[in-house]
């Protein structure tokens, strides 16, 4: 008897020892089981928070199949050498300004890492061949890379992508394949594009080198600079607003409006600052919500975690009213109101604050 009572105690620990092993192994998202064989590199950039898309706790879809796009590969790069993800105008008229990864577009154009077409497009949806991608990683990261010496039969010395091939076999990031060929025009999946920035990372880590790189140039970088909310105040002339934001303003000023690339109090998302006779009359804040919220995606979660900031700033003393598709908060400041807005319009959430004299409307 005693004999079986243990064998009931081993055989139970056993089993909670098995579930508590497959709960803690839980997918990170719905389409990537853990079976997958480049599970593991994406796990790896999840927790590094390096994947091309912004991922909100677990069991997601992460699109494995989905074609790569030229705006992937610039956000995994840009996110690997450090830089902070802001919206701001670029030089490409189809990146437009509420694009996640503008800042990025703009930091790699600067750097040469990345180029546009003869139209002035980037074609941020455009598919993302191999060879493409090869390029990409050694204009940003070549310094850290070997020189390879394998060759390709269909990667002349003529191709662009000739060298970045080969620092990339050279670093173990790829090898091609087994017919002696790279095929450097062949579109990359989404998977495939993650396989190659993990081998990238880790390559990078095993030489010693930190990733993100968080370059002290880049960090150091007067667009990262936060502003001093608290000095703007309306009424101020626009020479006066201008010295307070000026490292942060964007390239789309007019007489009558000022805009800068980023949210009140260092949020992400862009503000407009409006005069009229030359001082300053409002302040409107856009805020890019998808990368600051970190719960479900209602209209309601979403505006609870914008009032918490404001609140900070403006106090408890507010009136909100509630709709299906609108939420409006507002303070009475005496000299100024505030008032901040989620709401849904077309099926998109939008959140907008805007500071001015206009009066309370409830």
Known sequence: MKKITILSFLFLLSFFAIFANSASAESVFKDVEETNPNYNDLKFLYDKDLLSDSVVGKKQTFGKDRKATRGDAVTMIGKTMGYKMYTTYTPYKDVDYDEVFSGHVLELSKLGIINGYSDGTFKPDGSLTRGHLALFIVRAFGKYLPEGNQEFRDVPKSNDAYKAVKKLV?????TGYSNGTFKPNEPLTKMHLHVFMARLVKYLEEQNIKVPLNDPLIESTERYKPINDAKIKLGLSKSE?????KHRMTNKQTDRWYST?????????????GFFDGKLESITNIYNWKSQVKASNSIRNI?????EEYKKEFGENYKTNIEDDLIMTFWDKSTFTIKLNTHILDGKIDVVSHISTDPIPF
């Open 261 to 273: 690339n980023v949210g009140r109090n260092g949020l992400d998302g862009k503000t407009t600052y």
């Open 170 to 174: 050279g670093a173990g990031i790829t």
């Open 303 to 307: 505006h609870e975690i914008y009032l």
């Open 241 to 245: 607003v201008y010295e307070l934001i």
